[in-house]
């Protein structure tokens, strides 16, 4: 059986596609098989981040309709043979999904597949139920600012009983967080909520803090997952979550700010 | 329209059946003189007309059962309705009440605690001297209080009741709400709202260990953050009602 991972947040911009897209592409890279569903449906964005995006011809929203099969859809990364992505329909919007669809497409990748990641759409609503419904474990990102911990709290109230897993009275998705654009710099001068701050109020297992990095932007850009960036600070972030989160012990980088040598700031790669 | 409309939309449903809890004032019956009620009744509607205009209205017969003589429960019922109350429930009815209840289409219930508030002193008087109990006990001290316990932090957006006392072991997130008939103890921070003694209980009290909140209230009487400004927040606190107003305590 797959397991099953959601990527949400509540709030809009704080990286839930390009967390999604780069815990998959570490994922397949371990060599697990893994699927990678967008689910922002109407406002489809992961296919740009995983430089897929003219190769689209069916979507998420055809398979649930029974126009496209799984493998006419799925489209296999150029990257890696072991990741797959299934977009969204840029046409459509949420209510084109349902919950039977939803469930039956998991059910048939899960058969395959050994992780499956929903890329979660922002917001509470239909997209975002749908996206979490099935999860098996929650990837909460957050960013260190209040808005953004206030709505992670409340998506985090929503996984705790409005899941399959809730409602029928199975062990508790697993969640953890992912402070993600965490500036230590910015912390020091109080501007940022800290690690220890955000922890205060979502109390959550910490799987990874990923630091501010003008990497991710070119990335995105580039329609390259970040975690392919091997040399990026936010490359290696994601490389260490995806570790932690199989169960390797890594340490926590990036919550303090680098002291850098001579060498460093004139060379130094942000 | 686009042909979206032609597929079948599974989770649209057209009712949906919620649980909510609202107050609403209770009459409590003392007497089985039914010109006596009416008297004092009219009296009551007298001083406030408006709140008690097509207002719903519970009815307590726990006490006007403990006389020897019956009610004319009957009479009563087309009396509140010609004054323009709505029964909306009926407590401590014995059977023969209970029959005309349902012809009246007004639901039976035991309310518990419906007598806190009720300055009838039975509460203090069996407290004192223990009633010697009969053989078959009433159905009203039969009822469990029902505490509960939450061992997760309570989340932005999530709302619980407890019937009797509430514990958590955890923290109250800002926009969270949590409520309970008696007290409340929260063992981490409280940031969201708290809100003790909703059924009235002047008596509960809340506990926290980090005070931040929102709003906290006991039995009605409330404050907002705003109030709470000025407070040492970072130790153990206590909240209580005195003399109607809210006392903040570090403990």
Known sequence: MARIIVVTSGKGGVGKTTTSAAIAMGLAKKGHKTAVIDFDVGLRNLDLIMGCERRVVYDFVNVINGEATLRQA?????RCNQLFILPASQTRDKDALTQEGVGKVLKELSKEFKYIVCDSPAGIERGA??????????????????????DSDRMLGILASKSRRAEQGEEAIKEYLLLSRYSPKRVKLGEMLSVEDVQDILSL?????????????????????????????????????????????????????????????????? | MSTDTEAPIYNKSALEFKSSSFSSPVL??????????????????????????????????????????PIEFEALIEFLHKESLFPIGVSGANEE??????????????IRGAHTESKFPTQSNSTNTPKTTDDKPSNETVETIKNMLITQPVRSG????????????????????????????IYGALRGRALAGVQGNTESRIFCSALHAELISIAGHYKTSEDLDTLDQQKPTQILLQDQALIINNL
């Open chain 1, 74 to 78: 799925l489209i296999k990364d150029k």
């Open chain 1, 129 to 150: 139920n749908l996206a979490m419904y099935f999860a098996d474990d929650a990837f909460v990102v957050t960013n260190p600012e209040v808005s953004s911990v206030r």
């Open chain 1, 205 to 270: 297992h910490l799987l990874g803090v990923i630091p501010e990095s003008q990497s991710v932007l070119n990335a995105s850009n580039s329609g390259t997952p970040v975690i392919l960036d091997e040399e990026s600070n936010a490359g290696q972030a994601y490389a260490d979550v995806v570790a932690r989160y199989l169960g390797e012990d890594v340490p926590h980088r990036f919550i303090d700010e680098e002291k850098k040598g001579i060498f460093g700031k004139l060379f130094g790669k942000k």
């Open chain 2, 28 to 69: 409590a019956i003392h007497s089985t003189e039914l010109k006596q009620i009416k008297h004092q009744l009219k009296e009551k509607i007298a001083q406030a007309p408006e709140f008690f205009r097509n207002s719903p209205l519970l009815i307590d017969l726990k006490f006007c059962n403990e006389n020897e003589e």
């Open chain 2, 97 to 110: 009440q209970k029959n005309i209840a349902f012809k009246f289409h007004i639901p039976v219930h035991t």
């Open chain 2, 158 to 185: 999530q709302r619980i009741y407890a019937k009797g006392d509430l514990t958590i072991l955890s923290h109250v997130s800002a926009g969270a709400e949590v409520m309970a008939e008696g007290n409340i103890h």
